[in-house]
């Protein structure tokens, strides 16, 4: 296998595969690290399943050296490859509706890309995936003392806080509010309130979860909820106190 010195790291794009691994983007071509040499720097072999010998030494960040592809360039697979990378990342790191992230990383995408493309639903799964191995393993309290809000469910998505009140672990009736002041404010403008108070989904170390709705656009929506083991008699007297 033979090596020639090139120059081309003013184009070269780094994605993350499926499994995490690093892919590096050159001249059309895909690469995925094969090794790491004893003189600091690494190599990399072609991704095409089809026996290529192709091989780029890079040093620094910087690519030295490359050998002969059996193939020719594929840019258009390539940027399909950041676009799924795109939707990955989106899916980790944001909140957008699954139809939301598809599009915005789509946007803009050439004739001949598009058909590298996964199908649209293909793309739906593999966000639910990426955000399900996203989720933290929260452990299950067994009685009320054991509650403690993580930090990262402590806020909404825009920053406000989420927990307005909690009675505190040493309350054996303990009650736990969540909304934020906004909604708090929405309720307070609004003059039809939709009270309900449900069991079925109440977590079993409580007795209900109580919501508040109010009319927007004539639309019930929900803005406050109160996880509770006390019972429905119980709660205005709380709810007044609070």
């Not at 944001?94 to 493309?117: C, N, Y």
């Not at 199908?119 to 003392?145: C, D, F, G, H």
């Not at 007795?207 to 009319?215: D, E, G």
């Not at 927007?216 to 205005?236: L, M």
Request: glycine fraction near 4%.
């Amino acid at each position: 296998m033979q090596f020639e010195n090139i120059s081309c790291t003013s184009n070269m794009e780094k994605i993350e595969s499926q499994k995490g691994k690093t892919i590096i983007l050159v001249e059309g071509y895909r690469y995925r690290k094969d090794r790491a040499n004893a003189d600091g720097s690494t190599t990399w072999r072609c991704c095409k399943k089809d026996g290529c010998r192709g091989r780029m030494k890079m040093l620094n960040d910087h690519v030295v050296s490359s050998s002969e592809h059996n193939h020719a360039p594929d840019p258009a697979k390539n940027e399909a490859a950041k676009v799924v990378s795109a939707i990955r990342k989106r899916a980790a790191e944001g909140v957008e509706k699954p139809r939301q992230v598809i599009q915005q990383a789509r946007a803009g995408i050439s004739m001949e890309v598009a058909p590298h493309l996964p199908a649209y639903v293909a793309s739906q799964r593999a966000i639910e995936r990426q955000r399900k191995r996203n989720q933290l393993p929260y452990p299950t309290p067994q009685n009320v003392a054991e509650i403690t809000v993580p930090e990262p469910l402590q806020t909404t998505t825009r920053g406000d806080n989420f927990v307005l009140w909690d009675s505190g672990p040493t309350d054996v009736y303990r009650m736990m509010m969540f909304g934020t002041m906004e909604n708090i404010n929405r309720l307070q403008r609004n003059e039809h309130w939709f009270v309900d108070g449900t069991f079925r989904v109440a977590p079993a170390i409580f007795y209900q979860v109580f919501t508040l709705h109010a009319l927007i656009d004539t639309r019930q929506c929900p803005w406050f909820i109160a996880s509770s083991r006390i019972k429905p008699k119980q709660h205005i007297s709380e709810f007044s106190r609070n």
